[in-house]
């Protein structure tokens, strides 16, 4: 039996905004969302108008709470890997990343420094796909259509090079504990010096279109502005941290990864309100796009050279052949894997992968070709076994498009993840949200919102 | 600072508060009991040298299925805290148990704990005494039961309108 | 029968042509799905060749409701208020496999398939689905709709 929702009244109240007669309430009360067009994900705001004047807002989540915390617990630690994608699904490697990088720390194991490297990369491809999804939304809002367009068209360059990499456009799935699924494909550099590129001169005309335009500007500046000691009261990080003048990136505060071994900037701007934090996000992209540059020049591994007597074989002729005795040197012949096996084969599957047999599947010519490889395989797999690390708990802090992406962790020992928590970036903004619009005007409200960038599935997981 | 001066600092003045501390994978984490809490937590902000003026995170462990403490106290309220200044982080924790799952809140300390609180309360049912609106956050209020509690099976649902498929 | 029977079918078929490629659809848009309806919708993929391009965000305006993204369940009454506010003809396409059956989100949170709220006409599955499939399914859309008779 579903009982009648209470407080969920989408209409407007009886009496409202009258002013008339003893105890009514002279303002009027509007409700945003969860269905509305300007706002990102779905959330519900509640204000009261005084004319065009916000004098309260009540902001309501939990729209899109999809159980992610419950979920983990369900399964082995690999096994919560696609349910971070969907987490901050704009910019979901870094949300992968972070969640293997906390499980790394539970189990007191370094990855390989070309798995540092690329995660390194991806992060901030990622990144980039994000702040231009958040301007490009805050702009449509405003009516600036054009930018919206330009800027997915330049997010559709950076997919189709996310889509080489992992085989997906948004949902990847790519990041593992201990390592990522795959190398880099062979001809990864001109593909993302052509993506950048593109990307560069749609940024260009961006600033072009937005950053002088008197409309943006007077819309922009001055609006949702939070003063520096509120921001750090409400424990906002990422962009809007950097909008008040706190240079605190985690990248740089707590490097991981390979961020401390490439030249970058951390940005910031100084007034704190909607314009400042559209120029730190445009700024930030250009500085990732600095980061992924110089991190794949300086990517560890090179080209492989593979030294063999004869052509690869087939994983059933592989496994033919270690059934029939003829081991000799099996090991050493190359592979011929299926396309969604690719880069398991030992010699890009080393390269990527931390080597402790007890959190990585082996390479595929182990798994075949000997009995050992198959042991370790199934010992990872197979229900009741698994990775599992030492009870104990770790905290991991990456820093996220919009802000301090934290992993808490807690293992009982077993193969499921006791806890995982996801400290959202986006909550506190959120939280946040009703002094940024509070005292301003009903139509600021759009774009304070926008330049919060609440994405749901991180805030409600 | 480095976690254990930090974890020092925490023992030289709570002494006898402070359950246990350890420094598991370089993360600094002292237990202390709930009476102390908040006066650790201001100690963690106020102290100069310690300076902790954020609350990254507020979340709960419920510890009622973990070899080991099944009969211990259920809940553990944990407070990861960070230095912008100092750039060091500590983690302070507090156990509660089932039939008196109150901690008092933090919201006078730092305003985003407000709603980490609420969804702590939304997902396990711990109260937080003195807190100006506790209701739930992530889920509707005719939602019965805490999701998160080891106890609660991961697929009943409880649906306001449609079938309970 | 007969002549009438004829001249109705002819003007079915002209009304169905006509609708089916001026679709004014409210993007219900809540999750993940929402970043592959967005690219969809954008130059690249482009629905507005099919005639798709103008979405209404207000359910008086449109005529069919694409449930894009996961549907909670603090989310359902939301979603069947906006569908009720439709008026005919209506059609809903279901994107993405939460809509469809609930995906991989199998726990207390979750509505498993918008069908068990409201009916639905078209189900695009995928995590996300491509925008190829999106194109397939709007397509699928345009024959359903191009092949609804009218009650006179």
């Not at chain 1, 579903?2 to 009258?18: H, K, Q, V, W, Y």
């Not at chain 3, 208020?81 to 939460?98: L, N, S």
Request: glycine content about 10%.
């Amino acid at each position: 039996m579903s009982p009648e929702p209470i407080r969920r009244d989408f209409m407007l109240g009886e009496g409202a905004g009258t002013g008339a007669g003893p105890g009514a309430d002279p303002n009027l009360h509007i409700g945003l969302g969860p269905a509305h067009p300007a706002m990102h994900g779905i959330i519900r705001i509640q204000t009261e108008l005084d004319g065009e004047f916000i004098r309260k807002a009540d902001v309501e989540i939990g729209y899109l709470h999809r159980a992610f915390e419950k979920d983990c617990e369900v399964g082995g630690y690999n096994n919560a890997i696609p349910y971070t994608d969907r987490l901050n699904y704009v910019s979901p490697l870094i949300n992968n990343f972070a969640y293997a990088s906390a499980v790394e720390k539970l189990l007191g194991i370094e990855v390989t420094e070309r798995c540092q490297f690329i995660r390194t990369v991806m992060a901030e491809i990622s990144r980039v796909c994000d702040h231009l999804t958040c301007i490009a939304a805050t702009a449509m809002e405003l009516g600036a259509f054009t930018v919206f367009l330009y800027m997915i068209k330049a997010r559709e360059y950076l997919w189709e090079l996310v889509e080489d990499v992992t085989g997906a456009r948004l949902t990847i799935s790519y990041g593992r504990v201990g390592g990522v699924k795959a190398d880099l494909p062979d001809d990864f550099a001109p593909k993302m010096t052509m993506a950048f590129k593109e990307t560069r001169e749609v940024l260009d005309e961006i600033h072009r279109l937005l950053t002088g335009n008197r409309i943006f500007m007077d819309r922009m500046i001055g609006v949702g502005a939070l003063s520096r000691e509120e921001t750090i009261a409400y424990a906002i990080t990422g962009p809007m941290l950097r909008a008040v003048g706190v240079g605190y990136d985690v990248r740089r505060a707590q490097p991981h990864w390979a961020y401390d071994r490439v030249p970058w900037e951390v940005v910031t701007q100084k007034d704190g309100d909607n314009y400042a934090r559209y120029l730190v996000r445009m700024a930030e992209m250009e500085q990732s796009m600095r980061i992924a540059e110089q991190a794949l020049a300086l990517m560890p591994g090179g080209p492989i050279n593979v030294d063999f007597e004869g052509k690869a074989i087939d994983p059933a002729a592989y496994v033919d052949q270690g059934k029939q005795g003829k081991t000799e040197g099996l090991l050493l012949v190359p592979i011929r894997l299926s396309p969604n096996l690719q880069g398991q084969n030992r010699p890009l599957h080393d390269r990527v992968n931390t080597s402790d047999k007890h959190v990585v599947l082996p390479p595929k010519e182990t798994t075949y070709g000997s009995i050992e490889g198959l042991m370790n395989h199934f010992m990872l797999i197979m229900e009741g076994y698994g990775i599992r690390p030492p009870q104990g708990e770790a905290y991991f802090a990456s820093e996220g498009a919009n802000g301090e992406l934290g992993f808490y962790v807690v293992s009982d020992g077993g193969d499921r993840p006791y806890r995982v928590r996801c400290r959202p970036p986006c909550l506190p903004p959120l939280a946040a949200l009703h002094r940024m619009i509070e005292g301003e005007q009903i139509a600021d409200l759009i774009p304070t919102f926008g330049s919060v960038n609440m994405i749901g599935g991180e805030l409600d997981r | 600072m480095p976690g254990a001066a930090i974890l020092q600092r925490l023992r030289d003045r709570f002494g006898g508060a402070v359950v246990a501390s350890h420094e598991h994978r370089g993360d600094a984490t002292v237990v202390v009991e709930r009476a102390a809490l908040l006066d650790a937590l201001r100690f963690c902000r106020d102290e100069p040298g310690l300076d902790f003026d954020v609350l990254m995170d507020l979340t709960a462990v419920d510890y009622s299925r973990y070899p080991g403490r099944e009969d211990g106290p259920r809940f553990e309220v944990v407070y990861h805290l960070y230095s912008i200044a100092r750039n060091h982080r500590v983690r302070v924790k507090t156990r509660v148990d089932e039939d008196d799952a109150a901690v008092p809140t933090a919201v006078d300390l730092w305003p985003i704990a407000n709603w980490f609180e609420r969804e702590v309360w939304d997902m396990f049912g711990v109260r937080f005494t003195g807190h100006p609106d506790l209701r739930r956050l992530l889920l509707y209020e005719e939602f019965v039961g805490h999701p998160l509690r080891k106890d609660y099976p991961i697929n009943r649902r409880q649906p306001l309108i449609g079938p309970k498929v | 029968m007969g002549v009438g029977s004829f001249f109705t079918s002819k003007l079915d078929e002209a009304i169905g042509w006509a609708r089916k490629y001026s679709i004014f659809q409210y993007p219900f848009v809540t999750a993940c799905c929402g970043m592959e309806y967005m690219a969809t919708a954008c130059s690249h993929y482009d629905i507005d060749r099919f005639g798709a391009g103008l979405p209404r965000f207000s359910p008086r305006q449109a005529d069919v409701l694409f449930v894009v993204g996961t549907i909670s369940h603090k989310m359902a009454p939301v979603l069947k208020r906006i569908y009720d506010q439709m008026t005919e003809p209506k059609w809903v396409v279901a994107f993405g496999v939460c809509t469809c059956t609930g995906g991989f989100y199998d726990n207390y949170a979750t509505v498993q398939g918008i069908d068990t709220i409201i009916p639905v006409d078209v189900y695009i599955p995928g995590c996300p689905p491509r925008p190829e499939s999106v194109i397939d399914g709007l397509m699928k859309l345009q024959d359903r709709i191009a092949a609804q008779t009218q009650r006179y």
